[in-house]
């Protein structure tokens, strides 16, 4: 009977400190259950675990980042214009249209006619050139037409004015020029108007045939 009541009370001796190992094992183990955490598999998500308690549970979160495509599968995405389309355009555009050639320069204007030179002037021809109607139809003519100059009457000039003149194959009367020097600038226009103003006269003639006749007429301007 001694014996059993030695080894109660050794029993009795020990169960505290049992007891106090046993706590600080358990309070090691929690510790350790709270500074422990599992290594991330992946940068881009974050898991987050709750630790162990004594009278709660364990629940995971996890936290998932919106996939971001990276910048070359974007460029690959971007497909280029079409080049077949604008070449086609390109050579559907008409080419320049060229200046329509100048119109031909107009011809030359038509240079002058030939006109064959004069017949030469006969001073003595076969048959002489005359008034028609002879000398006194001619003098009658010249006082009827004739204009005294009034500067040349209230001067009192008066005199004789030496015309020449060409008669013309067919009459006309060319050339008219006054020989000498004449009188007076008034009177020698009066003469030289007088022969122009003369009717055709009869052409003179060489073998049968009218030339040119060059002619001499004395024109006397006198006051009554």
Known sequence: MELKKSEEVNNERLRYPMIFVGML??????LASFTYSTPAEDKGSGLIAARESDSGFEEEVKVEEPEVTPPEEQQADITPPPTE????????????????????????????????????IVDFP????????????????IQENVQYPEISRELGDQGRVYVTFVVEPDG??????VMR??????????????VRNMPKWD????????VRARCRLPITFTLQ
């Not at 094992?25 to 929690?30: A, E, K, Q, R, Y």
């Not at 070449?87 to 555009?93: A, G, M, Y």
């Open 203 to 210: 052409p003179g003639e060489v073998k049968g045939q009218a």
């Open 25 to 30: 094992f358990t309070g090691s183990l929690v």
């Open 126 to 141: 076969d048959v002489e050139a005359a008034f028609p109607g002879g000398a006194a139809a001619m003098k009658k003519w």
């Open 85 to 120: 389309d604008i070449k086609e355009e390109e050579s559907k555009e008409e080419p320049p249209k060229r200046d329509p050639a100048p119109p031909p320069p107009p011809p030359p204007p038509p240079g002058p006619k030939y006109t064959p030179p004069p017949a030469e």
């Open 181 to 194: 020097g004449g009188v007076t600038p008034e009177l020698n226009r009066e003469a030289k108007r007088l």
């Open 172 to 177: 006309k009367i060319t050339g008219v020029d």
